[in-house]
């Protein structure tokens, strides 16, 4: 049976995850990370992605981003992108000091301020392009306005 179907105890969670009883209750209890699934009893069973949020938020935390921090990122990307409802399961987040980062689609942006962190190389390229091109056309129309220039030859086909 593959784990994407099991649902865990929070006994392995904590095993898998390297918690503590005690911060999985608090998670839990302040909704930064929930159990999927309550029995009948009110135990709690746990998802896969469950223990993928569980792992990110703790790696969050071991690179130094504060819990704080950490519930702000949630509420923030909750906010910047609606359709996305578990944060800490459906995105890649990197940190970076206390700067976490998100990868989503296609592009990197700071989770809390949303600024785009990536620099598509070919935007430049086309950024120069278009201004070669506006310079080019100006020292054209330059040198045809200029008092005693040669008109610029005639030519059969537009080179471009």
Known sequence: MGVEKRHFHSR???EIVGLSRRQMQYWDRTGLVTPA???QGGHARYT???LVAYKTA???LDAGVSLQRIRKVMVRLREILPTIKRPLVELTLVATGDVVLVFYERT???AITGQEWLLDIGDVQRDVDRWQRRVGEIRRLRRR???GAPSP???AAHQG
């Open 58 to 60: 703790k790696k969050l």
């Open 12 to 14: 392995e969670v904590r």
């Open 153 to 155: 030859p005639e030519t």
């Open 48 to 50: 896969f992605e469950d």
């Open 37 to 39: 699934h309550r029995t």
């Open 145 to 147: 306005s200029a008092p």
């Open 108 to 110: 990197v942006f700071e």
